[in-house]
DNA sequence: TTGTAAGCGTTATCAC
DNA sequence: GTGATAACGCTTACAA
């Protein structure tokens, strides 16, 4: 691999007049930037990242740091990530969390080893009430979940008036005895949570019943089967995400219920089975490669200038109203 | 953050005898190594990873090129590889190529760049011809795609066996108009065609129909459309990947066709959906998180011992048979 | 406008 | 067994 010091002397220069072209600095001649380029090119020359990582105690790479990368919104949200990265001359790490806590501390250090020049993070409720984004030496970005720190950058949804909007959705169609199922690690579910109960509230209808649980699809379809089992059935399930839709969907098959006449069903996140099932899946679909999109610009926006006030994102989910909650007749 | 001069100062050694410590190395006194952790344990002292690549030239990372971090394939492949990656101490880089060939190469400059310690690769069909793994100085592993070179590590599934099986299963349960449905980019894809023809050979049947095309649910769907409006219908579609199977679903449902009675549909890779509709889908499941970590574990041993001679580990797929296939009557 | 040289934090060679 | 020191490849203050 040729060094800066190949390049300076195939171009007749010092390494320093080298980085400084390569670095698009003004105080350089022409004709030095001309051959220097030429050199550049004649022995294929790309810097070496671990050296000016060295010296600039900051690397051009970027950390992503999510609960479960198998979780459909998580993936999209990766894949926006990723492409603004790259095209920004970064890299990412990825790296899943697993909604613990402990693993999450670990990939916070790791991404302190790795010098990175910031990250983009969806925190465990517990992480997220403890978090302190000013003890870390790089910018931090929230996606998806909330913070009560206020000074950090964070691209979220509108969460509780997304519940609400589903909620809401539900009752018009007729439902009543909705029970919900919350990912019990996120604060979005819990936002979200409070827009359901909100839309209880105006509508006067009492909450029916509950689950918190992990963000899983066989957690989601324990709760579910719990639910439809009981003597007290529900009308409609209202989930956070797609994982627990899944597994609430795999409840409702295996009781061989009709889906909306014996039980509707309502999330978020449009995931690729929602369409494929039938009738299609109601949800709150997320602007899942805008917000990956939004998370990474203002990151590096932020990484640029670090003295930058604090903004959050908040960006709108969208009501797709399908076969699956269709109106009690 | 403490360096390790600080941790020397503070054991009263040189710098020397830390790192000799830190590595595990026999020849220090034990006196100067309870010293030495007593140190780094009072400091908090984390080796700086950019000092580390630099210094040997190898870095603590590997890169995970996949065509698309979308796909449930890859998806499920990308957590097991992050898990052991991560439990061995390495960190990964994710890329997604979307089966272009130039940005495959510009990636693998960027491994380069990042003196990544190896790479877990799944090439397109045409870098896969002329790939020369030997001129890269880090070890790589293909995964889901060979490649003709035969002196690199592989872990692949017998994707012939795979496809004929799954071809057997078609027809034994009485279908003879098989329509293939097959990536154009992956050599996957051509396998599996091999083993659907080898079954329909063996088995008297002609070859029906079938289409190339790119691994997308957009793409499987058009495929699928213009295949089912022809004046001469299919009874089955054979798709090799899980999205190719979901646009052709949505192209059965458009055209409100009967999943079996009217076709059948049968594919590759156990994604979350294929069990949510009705009637289930029969496919070839992966061993996809064992994929990943085969991958892993033997890129790892790889890094240790580059002398190593290569071997590809075979996997065999596991045929699901559900509703989407059943028997004709 | 350009070059010299220090220094980022490690590891490993060499001398003791 | 241990320590001084060179080297990895780069950026940048300072000097010219």
Redesign the pocket.
Not at 12 to 17: H, K, L, M, Y
Not at 54 to 57: A, K, Y
């Given at each position: 691999?040729a060094?800066?010091?190949d390049v300076a002397y195939e171009a007749?220069?010092?390494?320093?007049?080298v980085?400084?072209v390569?670095?698009g600095k003004s105080?350089?001649?022409e004709?030095?930037r001309t051959r220097v380029f030429g050199a550049v090119d004649k022995l294929d020359?790309r810097?070496?990242r671990a050296?000016?990582t060295?010296?600039?105690?900051r690397s051009a790479t970027i950390g992503l740091l999510v609960s479960d990368i198998r979780n459909p919104f998580f993936t999209a949200v990766s894949r926006a990530v990723e492409d603004v990265a790259h095209e920004a001359g970064y890299s990412v790490f990825l790296c899943n969390t697993d909604e613990d806590p402990a693993k999450e501390a670990m990939y916070l250090k790791l991404m302190i080893d790795q010098d990175v020049a910031g990250v983009i993070y969806s925190p465990t409720l517990q992480s997220a009430e403890k978090l302190d984004a000013t003890q870390f030496r790089f910018p931090i970005i929230l996606i998806d979940r909330d913070a009560p720190q206020t000074d950090v950058d964070a691209v979220l949804l509108d969460n509780v008036a997304a519940g609400e909007q589903l909620a809401c959705h539900l009752l018009q169609n007729g439902y009543r005895r909705i029970f919900g199922l919350f990912g019990q690690e996120s604060g979005t579910g819990h936002k979200r949570r409070a827009g359901l109960l909100r839309a209880l509230h105006s509508a006067d209808v009492p909450p029916f019943g509950e689950t918190f649980t992990d963000a899983r699809i066989e957690a989601g379809y324990e709760a579910v089967l719990t639910a439809l089992q009981s003597a007290d059935p529900p009308d409609a399930i209202f989930t956070t995400n797609s994982l627990l839709a899944a597994g609430a969907m795999r409840a409702i098959h295996e009781q061989s219920l009709k889906i909306p006449d014996d039980i509707a069903l309502a999330g978020f996140d449009d995931a690729t089975w929602t369409t494929l099932v039938q009738p299609q899946i109601t949800l709150i679909a997320q602007p899942t490669y805008e917000i990956g999109q939004s998370a990474t610009e203002l990151l590096i926006k932020r990484i640029e200038q670090p003295q930058r006030s604090a903004r959050r994102v908040i960006l709108s989910g969208k009501l797709l109203a399908r076969g699956s909650t269709q109106k009690l007749v």
């Open positions: 691999m060094s800066i010091k007749g220069v010092s390494t320093a007049t980085s400084r390569l670095a105080n350089v001649s004709k030095a020359y810097p070496n050296a000016q060295l010296r600039l105690q």
